[in-house]
């Protein structure tokens, strides 16, 4: 028999979903495991990787049952060649991209998993809409859209997308307006609300109220989960959880959403990976315990002596790393130090249907987090961590703005002074520059008088003696030499000033 070394299917162009196979699962459809299941073989299988391989194997099984079936008397014969034929034509030939189910449920995956062949056309017929056609006779089918394998990573992280964004706020005061409490919690959300619902607060008095307000992006509800304990409302502190809108109606599992893997997980083709890598965050580590008593009323408990009588009880079975109850909640929960949560959980199920944590004697459910729940609680974690170092970093930039503020006044100080200081030097230089220049005068004056008088001397001298004349002339010189006499001693003194 002839073999097509590439099938008419991968011949021809299939359109691409870029989305991948996961996406065309039937919306409404709730996956069980099983179904869950056999839509990863088949994503597996008839991927864009591995079809080849898959209808290479198929060929080789079909050759395999044709050699079986084919009797002695016809092999190298004209009728065995009509039967090779006969066979290639039908439907569900290889050539033509179809692929047995029983095949696929030989696989040792599918066996692990236990699917089976009928399983495999159930989920393919009815589950993924417009992925695989079944042939004519029920038992093969084949692929007529082409799609790439979804990746671990993402499988992992479509496990625990956040799906709701509602909250319960409770401890809310009975005679609260209440737009004035929405607007309250729009500004601290910096979101606005989409919806509300007010109700009575159950497990307190009539003094209080609760509130469910839904957002449209779930962060918004982590920012406010991570305010919860600092969150008061005209002097009251409320409490805050996440929840469902009471209006909200039940709806199914989303495609792929089953429970967050535990252990390492290997898909053929892809590395393998634990949970954890993935998803950034430890898991199933995470206990929920609760209804608790009211914290708040005069019950006697309190949320410290809780927390403490539930790290004392949960120690005796795993360690713990750590116990949180807040004060005003009903629910608290446990952080255990090895990935012991669900196995904790359903043995404290079995042996009493939860932990007693001496209230009373009741016994307190407990659920191990998974999911988007799990990862609910460490985005908190995380968003308080980012609060709290905001908080820090600004107390550190109003410290430094201090700082830099006393420093800029200390230099405008001393540039006042340094300014004040070369005033005084100018105003000196100048003073001392105007009493140069009038000594200078001073000596020039003193220079002219004097040589003058040494003239009038000469020409007394060259004069005859006698008469009036001569001795008014000597009266003059001596009044002159007086004046010299004088301005003499004021330059001098000038010049001593200076």
């Not at 625990?160 to 729009?186: E, N």
């Not at 909200?248 to 495609?255: D, E, F, G, S, V």
């Not at 634990?274 to 315990?289: C, D, I, Q, T």
Request: net charge positive.
């Amino acid at each position: 028999m002839q073999v097509l070394s590439t099938p008419q299917c991968l011949q021809r162009e299939l359109p691409f979903v870029p989305e991948g196979l996961w996406s065309l699962v039937i919306d409404g459809v709730s996956l069980p495991p099983l179904h869950y299941a056999t839509v990863k073989i088949l994503d597996m299988y008839f991927s864009n990787k591995e079809v080849r391989s898959l209808l290479a194997t198929a060929d080789r099984e079909l050759t395999k049952a044709k050699t079986k079936s084919k009797p002695k008397n016809l092999e190298n014969s004209a009728g065995s060649m009509d039967m090779d034929a006969e066979l290639e034509s039908q439907p569900n030939s290889t050539a033509l991209g179809f692929v047995p189910a029983s095949l696929i449920a030989s696989f040792k995956t599918a066996k692990k998993e236990g699917v089976t062949d009928k399983l495999i056309l159930t989920v393919a017929k009815h589950c993924l809409r417009g992925a695989f056609e079944i042939s004519n006779d029920g038992t093969c089918l084949r692929r007529i859209v082409a799609f790439d394998q979804r990746n671990v990573v993402d499988m992992i992280k479509s496990t625990v997308v956040l799906s709701q964004s509602c909250l319960l706020i409770r401890g809310i005061p009975h005679d609260a307006v209440q737009l004035d409490f929405l607007s309250f919690v729009a500004d601290k959300a910096e979101s606005a609300i989409t919806r509300h619902l007010f109700d009575s607060d159950s497990g307190r008095s009539d003094e209080f109220k609760s509130c469910y307000i839904q957002f449209a992006d779930p962060t918004v509800m982590v920012k406010l989960l991570a305010l919860a304990s600092a969150l008061t409302y005209e002097d009251v502190t409320l409490s805050i959880e996440s929840s469902c809108f009471p209006t909200t109606p039940t709806t199914t599992t989303p495609a792929g959403m089953a429970s967050a893997p535990t252990t390492t997980i290997k898909e053929k083709g892809q590395i393998a990976i634990h949970p954890s890598e993935a998803l950034g965050y430890p898991v199933n580590r995470l206990l929920k315990f609760g209804p608790l008593p009211d914290t708040s009323a005069s019950t006697g408990f309190t949320a410290s002596s809780l927390t403490a009588a539930a790290r004392t009880a949960f120690e005796r079975v795993a360690p713990v790393a750590d116990c949180v109850v807040r004060p005003g909640d009903l629910f608290g929960y446990v952080r255990f130090r090895k990935a012991v949560a669900r196995e904790v959980a359903g043995m404290l199920v079995k042996q009493g249907g939860g932990i007693d944590l001496g209230t009373d004697g009741e016994i307190v459910r407990v659920v191990a987090l998974e999911g988007e729940e799990e990862r609910l609680y460490h985005d908190v974690a995380k968003e308080k961590q980012k609060q709290l170092f905001a908080s820090d970093a600004m107390i550190a930039i109003t410290a430094s703005r201090a700082v830099k503020t006393r420093r800029n006044q200390a230099l405008k100080h001393q540039a006042s002074i340094s300014a004040a200081a070369a005033s005084k030097r100018r105003a000196q230089q100048q003073q001392a520059k105007k009493s140069a220049a009038k000594a200078s005068v001073a000596k020039a004056v003193l220079k002219g008088s004097k040589r003058l008088m040494e003239e009038d001397e000469d020409t007394v001298m060259g004069e005859t003696a006698g008469g009036a004349r001569m001795s008014r002339r000597i009266a003059d010189m001596k009044r002159k030499k007086v004046k010299v006499d004088a301005l003499e001693d004021l330059v001098q003194g000038l010049s001593a000033f200076q």
